[in-house]
Every structure is written in C-alpha cells, then in structure tokens.
C-alpha cells in the first residue's frame, strides 16, 4: 500500500507513539502503576508495547495481505480450467479470501 510511509515505535519518556515521517499516526498513554498491583501492571505494560507493535506493522501486514490475494487470484485464474478443484476446497478457499479482501477493504476504508 503505498499510501503510507513506513511506521514505527517511538518511546518517549513513558509514552509510545507511532510515527511516520509526516507525524505522529497513533499514541498510546501507558498503564497507571499503583502500589498492590504490580502484576496487572506487567501484564498491561507488555500489552501496551505488544499493541503498538501491532499498529507499526500495520501497513506492512496490509501489503502483504494485498500481495497474498493478488497473487492467488492471479494463481485461481490460471489453474481454474485446467485442474479440478472440489466444490468443499473451493468453497473454504472462497471464504478465506473473501476474509482476506474484507480486511483490505477495511484497512482502506472501502466497504467489502
């Protein structure tokens, strides 16, 4: 998708933010620490850093998505005629994939 630069994790003091090089793309506050909970504290730390992972690597998972299903349909469309395919394959694959462009249509804020 190349309507997006490439993102990634900054930390700042006890913020996180993703960035790219026009701005800043999302920012997440950490967790508040209070005395008694040290270990809800961990577990939302971890997850506050796994979770701005995620959205860093958005676009790329985006990319990859993309090249997935156009590399498939390429595939779908050259072996249809020659090879048999049974209704149950055909049908999962179908469901897989309309999955797939679900999310690209999501990302990119298209209805599927």
């Not at 630069?5 to 793309?25: A, I």
């Not at 090249?67 to 390429?74: G, L, R, T």
Request: no cysteine.
């Amino acid at each position: 998708m190349s309507a997006h630069d490439d993102w990634y994790v900054v930390k700042s003091h006890n913020e996180v933010y993703v960035r790219n090089r026009r701005g800043v793309v999302a920012e997440r506050y950490p967790p508040s620490h209070y005395q008694g909970q040290d270990e809800r504290y961990a577990r939302e730390v971890k997850d506050y850093h796994d979770e701005m992972r995620l959205i860093s690597s958005a676009p790329d998972l985006l990319e990859a998505l993309e090249n997935v299903v156009a590399a498939w349909d390429a595939m779908y469309a050259k072996t249809k005629m020659s090879e048999p395919h049974s209704a149950e394959m055909e049908n999962m694959e179908f469901r897989q994939f309309q999955k797939a462009r679900a999310a690209i249509a999501k990302a990119e804020g298209k209805q599927p």
